[in-house]
């Protein structure tokens, strides 16, 4: 079965500084897609990066980059530079192979984001 | 970027009543269609995967009858919540994607449904 865990509920960072949340997977597949979402107190999903399983380099996009760990299966996103405006709930999401039907995503428990001034 | 469009953005309504969902794909054919519901503080959990002209599939645990699930073109699904319950109320969030499954989704911005 395939799972996804964040294991940090809530994290502070302060304005400017650099933070790391963590997120772990277990697949069976070979082939599988990680993505970060941030979903602010508005509710949206707004998708952050994604990284392919077979991917050798770790995706960037702006402030967020993807630390990929193949071997740990851990896939945590680290935001440089923090902003208040970073203020949200984070969720690491997975998509599996071709035991996954359909391309459905299936979600961590979400980590809350507080950057303080 | 794609945009998904989920309408309407809130609803308030008595118990009883049955609430209907729209989510619209605005700029891209939206072969496969998700839907979503989300607990105050908690993660995302998958309802039902709807692909255009058949059948959604749903989550063990789901009731197939009291979340009617519709997606009878590549722009629009929709999702009905029939005769609402308290316990009904909750975030209900779409995503679609186009014909592949490593096609990215582009989430709604969510329906929050209070049901008094």
């Known amino acids: 079965a395939q799972k996804i865990t964040q294991t940090q509920p809530g994290m502070f960072v302060q304005e400017k500084e650099a933070v790391t949340l963590d997120c772990t997977y277990d697949?069976?597949?070979?082939?599988?897609?990680l993505f970060w979402y941030k979903q602010p107190s508005s509710g949206e999903m707004i998708f952050l990066i994604y990284q392919g399983s077979y991917d050798e380099q770790n995706a960037t996009e702006g402030r967020y980059s993807l630390n990929f760990q193949k071997a740990r299966k851990s896939a945590n996103l680290v935001i440089s530079a923090s902003q208040l405006g970073d203020s949200a709930m984070y969720f690491c999401a997975m998509r599996g192979g071709h035991h996954n039907q359909g391309g459905k995503l299936i979600f961590g428990q979400g980590t809350e984001l507080s950057v303080k001034p | 970027g794609a945009v998904v469009s989920q309408h309407p953005s809130w609803v308030i309504c008595k118990s009883g009543t049955s609430v209907k969902i729209e989510c619209r794909s605005l700029d891209f054919q939206a072969t496969t269609m998700f839907w979503y519901r989300q607990f105050p503080k908690q993660s995302l959990m998958l309802m039902a995967t709807s692909n255009e002209g058949s059948k959604a599939t749903y989550e063990q645990g789901v009731e197939k009858d009291k979340f009617l699930i519709n997606h009878a073109s590549l722009t629009l699904s929709t999702l009905t919540v029939t005769s609402a319950h308290p316990e009904d109320s909750s975030f209900y969030i779409c995503s679609a994607r186009g014909s592949s499954n490593n096609q990215p989704q582009h989430f709604g911005d969510g329906t929050r449904l209070s049901i008094l």
């Open positions: 697949t069976s597949d070979q082939s599988y897609g």
